[in-house]
């Protein structure tokens, strides 16, 4: 596997490479810390923001650069890669900041499109604030499920 895994709870390497298996993510709900290389994370396409802000990436950026990550991202397996569930901004400014890898908070429980989607509402409504029309949008989308 050529993620670079780090053991922050405590897991041995093979515990933690163990959490890259579709079987290992299904129906259970501990969290898992992973350290994970920044190669093998997605960003979500239905992220509910479309347009983030280049100024704000870059201030993360710097900050990330002089502080290092202050939050892990939270993310969940695909099959072949991690996909970002929340952190979306804090992926691109630690891309725009040179760093290799990022903290992730793995999810490890099965979760619908709408738990997904409320959950990321959330957050970004809870952060800076999200252009009017993905927050439209995005609670119309909700809507409808």
Not at 24 to 43: C, F, W, Y
Not at 44 to 54: K, S, Y
Not at 123 to 132: A, F, G, I, L, T
Request: aromatic share 4%; net charge neutral; with cysteine.
């Amino acid at each position: 596997m050529s993620s670079t895994y780090k053991n922050i709870l405590g897991r041995s390497d093979d515990a933690a490479q163990d959490l890259s298996t579709p079987d290992r993510m299904q129906g259970t709900h501990s969290k898992s810390m992973l350290v994970i290389d920044l190669e093998r994370i997605v960003p979500d396409p239905d992220n509910p923001r479309r347009n983030v802000d280049p100024q704000a990436v870059e201030e993360m950026a710097n900050s990330m650069r002089e502080l290092g990550q202050q939050q892990p991202i939270k993310v969940r397996w695909t099959g072949s890669k991690w996909m970002i569930i929340l952190g979306h901004t804090r992926y691109q400014a630690a891309k725009v900041a040179g760093l290799t890898s990022l903290e992730a908070v793995v999810c490890e429980q099965s979760i619908s499109d709408s738990q997904k989607l409320s959950m990321q509402l959330i957050e970004n409504c809870s952060r800076r604030d999200m252009n009017p029309i993905d927050l439209a949008r995005s609670f119309r989308e909700l809507m409808d499920r």
